[in-house]
């Protein structure tokens, strides 16, 4: 079975903090995904990385950036957390058309 | 307009009945359709592909309409655990690389 792991289910930070959330998959996918979700408006790309250190933005790439340093781990980044950064984080990978999901991280920021 | 719309729902329907979903996309170069189903607090998982031929899968069945930017899920039987929300996805690249996920439709299968 494809196994997607993120670092944590819940986080709470503060505003202006730097945040990082980590995901790992365990099936030597090429391309990985940082999503989020929130109420009424869907999944949103963040960004999405075919290799590693290679990255490309997605459709809501303001106020993130991403690592990928290893093909197994795609890191998302919030340089400076704000409010409007309070979402559920969801990472994927890619095999063939199908998309593998994490558990998502749910971030509050206060 | 979003690129992919769906019926906002939610759809509350008794154990058995036949429910559908549709989706319209804006995209005309959109290459691949798919189905995704979230459960409550879960992530999104593969439903379904969808083709223009159209395609079946036990008592799920859908269809693809290029040429009027529209999808459907068809589901017979519903039952229980088919409670979910019900993600329309359209692959602008081809390769998986760049979907646009629906907001959703939340149905409920009432016993």
């Known amino acids: 079975d494809v196994k997607v792991t993120q670092s944590s289910r819940y986080l709470v930070k503060r505003t202006g903090e730097k945040v990082f959330l980590e995901c790992v998959q365990d099936?030597?996918?090429?391309?990985m995904f940082w999503y989020r979700q929130d109420p009424g408006l869907g999944l949103r790309l963040i960004y999405f990385?075919?290799?590693?250190?290679?990255?490309e933005k997605g459709d809501i790439p303001e106020g993130y950036s991403v690592s990928r340093e290893k093909k197994e781990r795609f890191s998302l980044i919030l340089e400076s957390a704000s409010t409007n950064q309070t979402s559920m984080y969801l990472c994927?990978?890619?095999?063939?058309?199908?998309?593998?999901f994490g558990p998502g991280t749910r971030l509050t920021v206060t | 307009r979003k690129e992919v719309e769906q019926d906002p729902g939610p759809f509350n329907v008794p154990e058995g009945a036949t429910v559908a979903f549709n989706c319209t996309y804006s995209?005309?170069?959109?290459?691949?359709f798919f189905w995704y189903r979230q459960d409550c607090r879960k992530e999104p998982k593969l439903l379904m592909s969808?083709?223009?031929s159209g395609n079946e899968d036990g008592r799920f069945t859908a269809q693809l309409n290029r040429a009027s930017q529209y999808i459907s899920l068809l589901i017979r039987d519903s039952k229980l655990s088919d409670s979910a929300t019900y993600l329309c996805?359209?692959?602008?690249?081809?390769?998986?690389?760049?979907?646009?996920f629906g907001s959703g439709t939340q149905l409920t299968v009432l016993p």
């Open positions: 994927a990978s890619t095999e063939g058309v199908r998309q593998y």
């Open positions: 099936m030597d996918h090429e391309n």
């Open positions: 990385s075919y290799d590693v250190k290679m990255k």
């Open positions: 995209n005309s170069a959109s290459q691949s």
């Open positions: 969808v083709y223009s």
């Open positions: 996805v359209v692959d602008r690249s081809g390769s998986a690389r760049q979907l646009t």
